[in-house]
T-cell receptor, first 114, second 112 residues
């Protein structure tokens, strides 16, 4: 398996624009996480899906952020409109629930909003 | 409530000397614990995991961690640091009831 695949790896956008980050989890994994990492706040959980259903979205900062998982092999995180304070590295991770299983992380998307 | 506390935000060691990165946890349930490593501009990679099968867990690259229930700790150690160990390390708690809980991270510097 190629691991968790995120795209794009880097995104630079102007304030006010819509940004869509994409994630393909590892085949067979039924849990998916979106995290945001900044120097100031470290790693923050944004949202957690289990079997394509959002279980915990309490970390989504505000209504500008939305996440979807239309099927088991794809998820998106959308920011509309984007703001400079959204600049961060966004990580997607997946794992198979049941037993003790680790999460596998993608390489991240580095978002810069100017 | 569940939480993870990494007691040091930065640790600096000399190459060839031992490494100790400290982690304490709080959990109402039987925890599973992980250590992840993040090299600069990279994603997170699993170093090792505790699953209750054994309290001393061996991971990749010579790292080990010992689960101590009485101390609610899961400290990461390595007998001899290499330059390539310089990275950020995260202690992670999983109770199986929600998403993983990450510590704030410890940045390890290795001096030549």
């Amino acid at each position: 398996d190629a691991g968790v695949i995120q795209s794009p790896r880097h995104e630079v956008t102007e304030m006010g624009q819509e940004v869509t980050l994409r994630c393909k989890p590892i085949s067979g994994h039924n849990s998916l996480f979106w995290y945001r990492q900044t120097m100031m706040r470290g790693l923050e959980l944004l949202i957690y899906f289990n079997n394509n259903v959002p279980i915990d979205d309490s970390g989504m900062p505000e209504d500008r952020f939305s996440a979807k998982m239309p099927n088991a092999s794809f998820s998106t995180l959308k920011i509309q409109p984007s703001e400079p304070r959204d600049s961060a590295v966004y990580f997607c991770a997946s794992r198979q629930t049941g037993g003790v299983t680790e999460a596998f992380f993608g390489q991240g998307t580095r978002l810069t909003v100017v | 409530a569940q939480s993870v506390t990494q007691l040091d935000s930065h640790v600096s060691v000399s190459e060839g000397t031992p490494v100790l990165l400290r982690c304490n946890y709080s959990s109402s349930y039987s925890p599973s614990l992980f250590w992840y490593v993040q090299h600069p501009n990279k994603g997170l990679q699993l170093l090792l995991k505790y699953t209750s099968a054994a309290t001393l867990v061996k991971g990749i690259n010579g790292f080990e961690a010992e689960f101590k229930k009485s101390e609610t700790s899961f400290h990461l150690t390595k007998p001899s640091a290499h330059m390539s160990d310089a990275a950020e390390y995260f202690c992670v708690l999983d109770t199986g009831r929600r998403a993983l809980t990450f510590g704030s991270g410890t940045r390890l510097q290795v001096q030549p």
